[in-house]
């Protein structure tokens, strides 16, 4: 038996948010550090600018989690209300900070904007709260603890970069001191690529209801498969042991090759960690990719030790001159062609003196397709000491997605050439790449 | 006088939202669709996969909204709680509907899958409530008009992919015919780049409150403001009007070389418009964006206009090799100086033949980073036939953010100087670039 979870909702203000101007990545975040502290969070609730609504919003929320964390809404203007709102709820008076107060005028006199009294009010926060200074911006957060009357009320600054140190430094500990957790959780992905979401289903099925504290779930993204274990244990050990052995169990049903990572992995990053551990470089021509390969391979710090140097040609001049595609190549068979991924990804090797050379050409779109090569067609060279291979593919994305798509692919395929001892054949179970 | 809006609450079910797995961009898709028709969105809501939790959600949302759409939960799992809690609640049985059952089983025999009984579970959907068929995968959604008793319902299914053409085809149409807007309402946005917040803030103060119809905010990006514009007006001419007046008293406050687009355009695609319109052609050279700069140029659908061949030299020996540097100069001021800057941009500029050379050197962190040159330090050269410069900038952000705002500043750069008639020479006037 574990103990029931403490539970938390998180109050968003910021009519932008309900306008649609950008998603909530606050709540977000504030899920995950708060799930990682073993709180289950409840609700999401976001709301405006407005002082009615978050007093609305902080009574519902009152009634149904121990937690209530609000972001946003502690600046100095008018639309600012969260300070006050909170205050009057939990009937204390607003107080000035004296720490807070030195800290934004000595931040003002430093950028040369000049003292205004409303920008003091936010030194303010209400009477016997803890408060969370911001040593990012100007605007101190604060805790109200929980009482007969309320809940835990927490509020942070709306500006992620403001908001994170904030929680780290000041909110998880508060959390751990006081909400040591009678239920410890922890999650776990497995990332796939190149296996359908209805395989691994089915390859798993019967994983999904083996043990009560493991929740299994499947989230499909176009070519990959994320596999989500939330293990909810009773100890710390427990938690430790379900957390060594499960995962093997999910792992010993797939092929091992299909994995590229866990947690927080992406596919560039193992694939970056692959080739420095294999001391190979890499070599990239992209035309309809137009460079995003090449950014995504060198997202990795330390990404010098794989790549030296990468090149877009993106008209048909530019893959003669720099990579020595032959003129009579793009002329036969054109641009997007096998043949041209062929020789893209040929010269491109030789060119860099790398182990392994990998090219695209493409129709991203949204214009450019035929009836005869669509929208979403992209040839894919891959060159080693070993050989060349030319891989299609078709994709049915908007621009941004067939390129990205195209981008996952080539990935994949260096990734598989150097579990494979660098042979450029690679096949695939599950779709058709000739 | 307006007569009072609309309102409109979103609800999104998904346990992965409240683990903070990701944030809930149904809601902010949502939320711009429902503005735009005049709808006002007054809360969003995210509860778990739980029926309990979204019959509650259901009952608040009812008391203070006169539309509530629900996204996600009409799968066919056990998980999947929306269709029997909204029946319920409406106290309407579930009907299945002949068509969506004939769909569902085509798109599974399509696809090899076998029928199974509670797969079509999904073609059921509250007595009286119009249906919304799912041309993109198989649940549909449903709409139950407002009565006495409770509001209009709007259910959907939750992936994006489904979501989006079943609000396009059905539900935009369903609100237009039943809430034509009381309430006329427009966003206008302006961008900006290379103005600091403050600044702007200071020289559009009166206009904040010069008209009850207008919302202005503005919205800080790192080198960037947005400003939004909201317009309410009681009737369409007079939103038109105030559209074309308003957004022109805002750019009177501002320098024109400063705006770079209104509402959706994004940097890029301002800059390769500039590109087309002025027959240009831009060259890059990039070492720690590695590949971004010539990804965010090629993201626009018609790039090959303006975009030959693009370089990525990551080592020293590719910018000596591809691009001519002297071995002199690297070996004299580093590869992240002024100097190598100049002639990594000199030399593309030749390379590609084109009318702008752009090239890009820093340390994009979080590892190479020194005092005398520490990580977010990075250094542009920008070639035309009127000569090169280069320009020094301090970025003070992650790996990511560093090389996200050194493509920003590269983009300006290209465009001022596209602006100026290919001189090299720009001139900033908030931050130091020597």
């Known amino acids: 038996m574990t103990a029931p979870n403490t539970t938390a909702e998180i109050i968003s203000t910021g009519t932008e948010i309900l306008q649609g101007l950008y998603p909530d990545t606050n ?23 407005d002082a009615d609504a978050l007093r609305s919003a902080l009574q519902i929320a009152s009634q149904r989690a121990d937690i209530v ?9 008018q639309d600012d209300v969260t300070r006050d709102v909170v205050a009057e709820f939990v009937n204390k008076p607003l107080l000035p900070d004296s720490k807070a107060e030195e800290w934004i005028k000595k931040r003002l006199t430093e950028r040369g904007i000049p003292l205004q009294d409303y920008i003091l009010r936010q030194s303010c926060v209400p009477a016997d709260s803890l408060i969370l200074y911001n040593y990012e911006g100007t ?23 403001e908001m994170h140190p904030m929680v780290e430094r000041d909110v998880i500990p508060f959390i751990k001191k006081n909400y040591a957790g009678a239920v410890f959780i922890r999650t776990h992905i497995i990332h796939t690529i190149g296996v359908p979401e209805s395989f691994i289903n089915t390859s798993l099925r019967d994983l999904f209801t083996a043990d009560k504290r493991v929740t299994l779930a499947l989230l499909a993204k176009v070519g990959m498969v994320d596999i989500r274990l939330t293990i909810s244990a009773s100890s710390s050990d427990e938690l430790n042991e ?7 169990k999910i792992l010993k049903r797939l092929n091992p090759e299909d994995v590229y990572g866990f947690d927080d992995d992406t596919l560039e990053l193992s694939v970056g960690r692959l080739l420095i551990d294999n001391k190979l ?10 460079g995003f390969l090449s950014m995504r391979l060198t997202n990795v ?14 008209s048909n001049d530019a893959k003669i001159k720099v990579l020595g595609v032959k003129a009579q190549t793009l002329a ?11 020789e893209m990804a040929d010269g491109v090797r030789r060119l860099a003196d790398a182990d392994i050379g990998i090219s695209i050409t ?21 060159a080693t000491k070993r050989g060349v291979s030319t891989y299609k593919r078709q994709f049915y994305g908007n621009r941004h997605e067939n390129r990205l798509w195209s981008t996952d692919f080539a990935l994949d395929l260096i990734r598989r050439s150097v579990l494979n001892g660098l042979n450029p054949e690679i096949s695939f179970r599950f779709f058709n790449t000739d």
Do not use: M, W
Not at 28 to 49: F, M, P, R, W
Not at 302 to 314: F, L, M, Q
């Open 27 to 49: 709540a977000q975040y504030l899920s995950k550090v708060l799930n990682e502290q073993g709180i289950q969070v409840v609700y999401h609730t976001a709301v405006g600018d």
């Open 69 to 77: 964390i609000i972001g946003g809404g502690l600046g100095p203007t």
């Open 139 to 161: 605007a101190p957060g604060f805790i109200i603890p929980a009482t007969q009357a309320h809940p835990c009320i927490i509020a942070l600054p709306g500006p992620p970069r």
């Open 242 to 248: 379900l957390s060594e052995t499960f995962p093997q």
């Open 281 to 290: 470089r890499v070599a990239c021509a992209e035309s309809c990719t137009g």
């Open 301 to 314: 710090s330390g990404s010098s030790a794989y790549i030296t140097e990468n090149y877009v040609t993106y």
């Open 332 to 342: 036969n068979y054109g641009a997007v062609s096998s043949q041209t991924a062929y």
């Open 362 to 382: 493409g129709i991203a779109g949204p214009t450019g397709g035929s009836a005869e090569k669509p929208v979403g067609l992209v040839y894919f060279g891959l």
